[in-house]
């Protein structure tokens, strides 16, 4: 395409509303021609995100400009399709979604969304029109997966996974509490949580004889940003079968790589990657998988999806400085 | 006096309430009558205080009971001043207040309230029927200069205090919600913290010539409990000098101790201890002092101050065990 | 027994050293008649816990001192054994050996060491003359499977557990630097975590045809204190069922307490206990469990069974003071 | 210059040699010839800083290469000077020293050093052969202050200032110990900083009758990243006069900007910026400042130096994503 994209976001004052904008002040090939904000609208940008003094002047408008060639939808889950019923965007408006609303299939408004997961189905991303973004945890956990499950070697997974604060949003809680939160650990939504439906649709789109479960125990963790998730299970591949296999899979994704050492948690923060390492003890191959929840996790995926859908080169305004500290 | 004493605790929910609440549970000469709370009446007190779980089946009451010894108010501020005039109790039943309505002379109910800071006037304590237990900064604070104020040797001095995040209170803020405050400093009312009040009190009453100020600066940490303050003044005296004369001062004072290695905050968290180290550099004297907001600077003295009230040993119910790491 | 009982440390300069000497100093029953250290011989202890200012005088001493009814071992992992054959102690000194190196049967001295998990062995840890005391993560485990094996209900598990730094001791380490440490998570000794031996004894001790695995992820964590774990497997019990299984297997278990609400880990920080929470989703049960690696899962179990093999009530000296915060 | 700026860094492996590597990478402008490493010789870079897995393919050095346009050192204090004597580089090759060898006006190797602070500076920075790199805290203590000596308004300054861990550098130590350093605040060079004389040096060159102290009081926090710092002086400045004053100072520097909210250390962690923020209170002028000791403390600084030397915009290659949370 000829001159820049011009991008808007829609619910910029929350964490991936932020980290969205931060992402598109600095990518060259866009143009932020408006952030939307019913809560601040009317105000600088800079009052919520005030780390972005001196890099912007941008004002949070009340409603949206249709003039654009993607919209970033950062709402609250069951938002997004309200939205875009509500508000008529053109045709060739494309709509990246970050919230769950159409990741499994739903559509609205006319508009059929396609699962942003690049290293699941980077062509089709391409040429989709809206993306529903991936789920935090859901990214993680597949791209401990995906491998296997185009191998057709899925069995029974025990998985678990621990998040950053960030993942349970803006909003004040008693499970955000600094007090409560800091130097403790617990578990919520055992078995249960809401991405094993983004999960399950993946892993049997690639193995359709796969029938059996994730076991999914989420722990919150006394940090505010990544993910650490740990698979186990039953495989006959030897360790060097395994990395193969991984390896090659991931051979062409900038972002996700299959490492042989032991891996930690900072190695992602900040970042749009994805770390995974394998181990096998006895008959159990294990699967250790390492992603920023906001970034690889959220909005960096979002613009990376996007990327991919404007012909770019996917990892233009990616290449991020860690925290690693 | 003969028996238990006979004790209640108003507004039992709460930080302040808590901790007085765990530290009566295993006091061997304290039994607890009640803990009152209007939000969570009814309910039993592990409900909010669940680390109590297998030592107290206690449950919140409504309202409060007559027959106690000894009754602690630990309100909001402001709060206190409208509980006892609203709840007569009998004449003899002492009260300790751990807000702060009453630290500078007001009386209410026909009570006056004498300033419960051991190391300034623990004899005045012991014969008091009201006690207001000083503020957690205040505390910290004093303990610092006391014994300089005592000897007239306080001049203007200048005072940046740290404080972990249970002295802002159980309530949801922006600033206790853990993505912000982690790994996050910031400063807070600068140079009018509410504390000056009772600090400059207690130094004019013991150096009437003081009229320099304290020059305060209040930060928030990002830890929870503790407070790190380090003072500066011009003093004519020696490190030697110095050391002696606090040292003097705190002999006969079981919770404060001056020592010369340097110190570090949590030598004291979970205890009702204060350290105090001093330094000189050129003509300035420098002395850091560090407590525990909730015990020292709030619950734990509070006991102290029942324990002199009652003519129990100061420390009875105070030997904690420091959580160190 | 007549008078106190009359205790030694050996290995006083590290974590478990510190925290038995903590709580050996508030034991109503017991007269601390020495402390040694190697590296530290000569200095006071407050040397190395400076917490300790103000609570004692004690002097770590080069060698030990016969005269003790009870010897407990702080040493690395491997000194036990070597300790006790060349320091010859009276046939009725008691040891309890906090290292792992009797924990699986081995015996030295012509002395025999009994498993020190009160929940699992009581009756036999008040004839012990010699206690193996448990590993943290071992103890945190098997109290989240001792009633299922003991009903013969145990099958294949699926266990992460978390722990805080503590547990990998005082030493300087790549993985124990704050700015590394801080904010990060990690996974180490994935499936072969050195306390699946003691583990999988107690487990087969219960229940004879217990072959399967526990498959154990320990993972690091960014805090100081506790471990948290969650165990799952399949079970034809409904959570009722299990409820009443766990609760009438710890009825008579002062420390170890199942509860019906979600649980976290400051709940047990800075206290012996360990809680238990069952959950169950479709055909899996799963088991949170938690504890603080240095109390339960060390020092304060070590002092659990020395009450024991005293005939003291198994808490005394034990009712601390949670930090909570 | 035509071309890309060929650079090496001597000195890669801790932590400023990695933040200068960070930057490099990703410095549209500069071409990273070589990194050596004495320790870490013929290892990949990524061994030793593993968040760069994917992005480099880089191997340490053990020697250097002269071909280069600059060189930074990141060596430990006293190491820049030996290296620069025995190892000779072509007069054009401009030396950045990030350690403090040459920041009092040291020379070596018929090399003389400007010292490297651009908002106090630029022009001679733009002119310079070899930069002195300032130090973290004198950075951050100099933007709060040089406006104030630049108008001869400077007096005695009372300065508290606290760093993240990353400070202490990589190496193993008591002090950033993880279990140590949580949840901690301490003291070290009380009044003595090293810093100091950079910082009075600045400070008189602006204001030549400055010969009062800063009086400055450093504290180790409980994080790896930032330097939040308050000075507090007297002034007959007005709240409106004093910002106006900074605005003015600042109005063309990138990096540095004054703000009227209240700042907090997260606004500026991962960024190579500045926030000062004023308050007035009675007579007494307080100033806030924040920075990332390793970037605009340390190796952001460098950079920017870089920038300015070769005729580049300030910030090329310093619009960096602030991690936030």
Redesign the interface.
């Known amino acids: 395409m000829k001159g820049k994209i011009k991008a808007g976001i829609i619910g910029g004052a929350g964490?991936t509303g932020?980290?969205t904008l931060?992402?598109l002040l600095?990518h060259p090939n866009v143009e932020l021609i408006f952030i939307q904000s019913r809560s601040h609208a009317g105000k600088p940008v800079t009052s919520t995100?005030?780390?972005?003094?001196?890099?912007t002047e941008l004002v949070y408008s009340a409603g949206s400009n249709q003039a654009v060639d993607v919209l970033f939808l950062c709402l609250s889950h069951g938002e997004s399709k309200i939205f875009i019923v509500e508000n008529k965007f053109p045709d060739n408006t494309r709509i990246i979604d970050l919230g769950n609303d159409f990741r499994l299939g739903d559509s609205a408004a006319g508009r059929e969304f396609v699962y942003g997961l690049p290293e699941f189905q980077r062509e089709k991303i391409k040429l989709a029109k809206n993306i529903a973004n991936p789920g935090c945890f859901a990214t993680c956990i597949q791209l401990g997966l995906l491998p296997l499950a185009k191998a057709g070697l899925l069995k029974e997974v025990?998985t678990?996974g621990?998040t950053?604060?960030?993942g349970a949003g803006?909003k004040?809680?008693?499970t955000?509490?600094?007090?409560?939160?800091?130097?403790?650990?617990?578990?919520?939504k055992?078995?249960?949580h809401q991405h094993l439906g983004e999960i399950n649709q993946t892993l049997k789109a690639l193995q359709s004889n796969f029938s059996e479960?994730v076991?999914f125990?989420p722990?919150r963790?006394?940090?505010?940003?990544?993910i650490?998730v740990?698979s186990?299970l039953e495989s006959a591949l030897s360790l060097s079968e395994a990395n193969t296999l991984y390896k090659e899979y991931y051979a062409s994704h900038?972002?996700t790589?299959v490492?042989d050492?032991?891996?930690?948690?900072?190695?992602?923060?900040?970042?749009n990657?994805c770390?995974v390492q394998l181990?096998k003890?006895?008959k159990?191959l294990?699967i250790?998988s390492i992603t920023d929840n906001?970034l690889k996790g959220a909005s960096g995926q979002a613009i990376q999806n996007m990327n991919l859908m404007f012909g770019l080169d996917e990892s233009v305004g990616l290449?991020?400085?860690?925290?690693?500290?």
């Open positions: 964490y932020g980290e931060r992402l600095n995100h005030p780390d972005l003094i001196g890099e025990h678990t621990i950053g604060s960030t803006q004040l809680q008693d955000t509490h600094f007090s409560w939160r800091v130097n403790n650990i617990s578990a919520y055992t078995l249960t479960e076991n125990i722990w963790g006394d940090f505010t940003r990544g650490f740990t186990v900038p972002f790589h490492i050492e032991m891996i930690d948690l900072k190695q992602v923060v900040n970042t990657k770390l181990e003890v006895g159990k294990v250790h906001l290449k991020l400085k860690s925290t690693v500290f």
